[in-house]
């Protein structure tokens, strides 16, 4: 059998352990796969993908990588590596690679909700961490009222 032939059956089989959800499976099949052909960006996109499920966001990252590596064109690898950018908290490499995949694809949908998607849930961090501050300063105001404390006057607070 070609080489060629093996990686793509192997593929053939990963990818339909990934639509059964056995994603242990898949990354197992894609590795393989991946021994008869290293220079396959959906190969790596496929297994980061499938790692992505597992919540296996550094080897999804790290396999997506070499997906953008092997085509730099490929507008999913860049949204998928934003998701497992926004699993990890880092949200600017996440919005970075969200914008990098609708540069490359202004029809990818998809990378369109997850940027805002992000964008809406980075807000409401903001806006909870603000009214915390808030509910802290008010807080100490009513304390500072009662012990006759200078932080009423105090500009910086």
């Known amino acids: 059998m070609p080489e060629n032939y093996m990686a793509q059956?192997?593929?053939?089989?990963?990818?339909?352990?990934?639509?059964?959800?056995?994603?242990?499976t898949?990354?197992?099949?894609?590795t393989l796969a991946l021994k008869h052909d290293r220079k396959s960006?959906?190969?790596?996109?496929?297994?980061?993908?499938?790692?992505?499920k597992l919540n296996?966001?550094?080897?999804?990252?790290?396999?997506?990588a070499r997906a953008?590596?092997?085509?730099?064109?490929y507008a999913?690898?860049?949204h998928l590596r934003g998701l497992a950018y926004e699993m990890r908290g880092e949200f600017a490499l996440a919005f970075r690679d969200f914008d990098q995949?609708?540069?490359?694809?202004?029809?990818?949908?998809v990378a369109y909700r997850s940027r805002?998607?992000?964008?809406?849930?980075?807000?409401?961090?903001?806006?909870?961490?603000?009214?915390?501050?808030i509910t802290d300063h008010l807080a100490a105001m009513r304390v500072a009222q009662f012990t006759g404390d200078k932080l009423l006057r105090d500009p910086e607070i």
């Open 76 to 78: 999913r690898a860049y």
């Open 41 to 52: 960006a959906l190969v790596y996109s496929s297994r980061g993908t499938a790692y992505l």
């Open 68 to 73: 953008i590596r092997l085509n730099p064109t």
């Open 101 to 109: 995949a609708l540069e490359i694809d202004p029809d990818l949908s």
């Open 116 to 133: 805002d998607s992000m964008l809406d849930k980075t807000i409401d961090d903001q806006l909870q961490i603000e009214d915390s501050e």
């Open 9 to 24: 059956k192997l593929f053939d089989e990963g990818a339909a352990a990934y639509l059964k959800e056995d994603y242990k």
């Open 26 to 30: 898949s990354i197992k099949l894609f």
């Open 56 to 64: 296996k966001s550094k080897k999804a990252i790290s396999d997506l």
